[in-house]
């Protein structure tokens, strides 16, 4: 009886996120809350935007761009995430002026059917930093 009510639950909970399905597009942004090459709080930042288009449901690609209020001032990124289910995700990015690329991995949060807040984190394989992000995103459905 567990089992079933189990069930039952798990397949309302599905219907009720909605999530992204293929020709979706995913516009996010973010903001570094923690990165590993910051000596002060507050004294660096770097923010991000992307557009991602999911090509099958749980496989998108993206483009965007990121700005360093010190040093590095923005670079071109361009990218992919694989969705393991609706909420976990997985993400290779190449960061095009800051000659770096950055592999991580991170949660979203359905906020209703197109708002979503996403944590995540990512090591960056050339400067070999690692950094901690949140942001928000917006799916348009297609």
């Known amino acids: 009886m567990k089992r079933?009510?189990?069930s039952l639950f798990i397949l309302l909970c599905a219907r009720w996120c909605s999530a992204q399905s293929t020709h979706d597009i995913l516009l996010g942004g973010g903001l570094d809350l923690l990165k590993t090459d910051n000596k002060e709080?507050?004294?660096k930042t770097q923010v991000g935007?992307?557009?991602n288009?999911?090509?099958?449901?749980?496989f998108s690609v993206g483009a965007g761009g990121e700005i360093w209020s010190t040093g590095q001032k923005s670079s071109f990124v361009m990218g992919v995430r694989w969705y393991a289910n609706e909420n976990i995700f997985v993400r290779f990015r190449g960061l095009i002026g800051a000659n770096d690329a950055a592999i991580g991995g991170g949660?979203?949060?359905a906020?209703?059917?197109a708002?979503?807040?996403e944590a995540m984190g990512d090591y960056y394989l050339s400067s070999q930093k690692f950094g901690i992000r949140a942001g928000l995103s917006y799916v348009i459905r297609r």
Do not use: P
């Open 4 to 6: 079933i009510i189990f």
């Open 41 to 43: 709080l507050f004294k």
């Open 49 to 51: 935007v992307e557009a």
């Open 53 to 58: 288009y999911f090509v099958v449901r749980h």
């Open 107 to 109: 949660y979203a949060w």
């Open 111 to 113: 906020l209703n059917k």
């Open 115 to 117: 708002l979503r807040a």
